[in-house]
C-alpha cells in the first residue's frame, strides 16, 4: 500500500478485540491523538472454535465478534460525532440465520456448547447492535452512519475450524477481493443509507459484486427477544 499511495501515513497499533483493556487503550490513544475518525470497520472475527472464554470472562466468540465491537464503537464515538459524514460499518454474516440469543446464558454456561451456534448468535448480535445504534444515532443526526455488510463465502482462514468449510472452499467460496467489496460499500458507496445491509448478490447470497441484500428487517432477521431493551439498560 506504501508503494501504491506514497504519500499515506500509515500508522499500525495493536489492538485485541478479545480484551477490553486493550480496546480501551487502544480507543484512549486514538481519542488523544486525532481530531477525526471517517470510517469505522469492525471486521475483526473468529469462526467455530472450541469452547473458550475471552480474558474478561465473555465466550470467545461473542465478546470477540460483538462485545468487542460494541466497546470500541462507544469509546471512539466522541471523534466519530465530531467528524462530518463519518460512518460506521458492522460486520455480520449470512450465519446470523443460525443465531437464537438466550440472554440468560450468552457465555454458555447452563448448556451444551455449539461452536457454529454460538458464532450465529454473534453475528445476530452485531445486526442488533446495527440497526439499535441507528435508531438511537438518528436522534442527533446523520453521522456517524451505520451500515452493516457481510462477506458471503469468502476462502480465508476464518474456516480452518472447520475441515468441511475449509474443503468445500474450492467449490463455493469466492476470492478474498470479492468478499471484501460489500463492506467498501458499505463504507464508501454515497448512497448508502443508514440500517442498509450489503453482501454478494448471486449463489444464495455467498458469491458475486455486492448489492443490498436485505435490510435487518428482512423476513430471515429474527426480531428482538421482548426483553432485549431492558437487558441493555441494566
Not at 472454535?49 to 466468540?61: A, I, L, R, W
Not at 440472554?103 to 451444551?112: I, T
Request: proline share 4%; aromatic share 10%.
Amino acid at each position: 500500500m506504501q508503494k501504491e499511495f506514497k504519500h499515506a501515513n500509515i500508522d499500525v497499533r495493536k489492538l485485541d478485540l478479545s480484551n477490553l483493556s486493550s480496546i480501551r487503550a487502544f480507543a484512549n490513544v486514538m481519542v488523544e491523538n486525532y481530531n477525526r475518525l471517517d470510517k469505522l470497520i469492525n471486521n475483526a472475527g473468529i469462526m467455530f472454535g472450541p469452547y473458550s472464554k475471552k480474558v474478561d470472562g465473555f465466550e470467545n466468540q461473542f465478546g470477540t465478534n460483538h462485545l468487542g465491537h460494541f466497546a470500541l464503537t462507544g469509546l471512539l464515538m466522541p471523534l466519530l460525532k465530531k467528524t462530518e459524514a463519518s460512518r460506521v460499518v458492522v460486520l455480520s454474516s449470512l450465519a446470523h440465520t443460525m443465531g437464537n440469543l438466550d440472554l440468560e446464558d450468552l457465555n454458555w454456561e447452563g448448556r451444551k456448547y455449539d461452536n457454529q451456534k454460538a458464532y450465529g448468535d454473534s453475528k445476530l448480535a452485531c445486526l442488533y447492535f446495527t440497526y439499535e445504534l441507528a435508531r438511537r444515532l438518528n436522534k442527533e443526526g446523520d453521522h456517524p452512519r451505520i451500515t452493516a455488510a457481510h462477506p458471503g463465502w469468502a476462502a480465508t482462514d476464518l474456516q480452518r475450524n472447520s475441515t468441511l468449510m475449509s474443503g468445500m472452499n474450492k467449490f463455493f467460496a469466492q476470492r478474498v477481493e470479492m468478499g471484501v467489496l460489500p463492506t467498501l460499500r458499505a463504507a464508501f458507496d454515497e448512497n448508502a443509507k443508514a440500517v442498509e445491509f450489503y453482501g454478494p448478490s448471486k449463489l444464495m447470497n455467498m458469491r458475486g459484486y455486492p448489492l443490498r441484500t436485505h435490510r435487518t428487517n428482512y423476513p430471515m432477521m429474527k426480531p428482538l427477544p421482548e426483553n432485549y431493551g431492558n437487558v441493555q439498560r441494566k
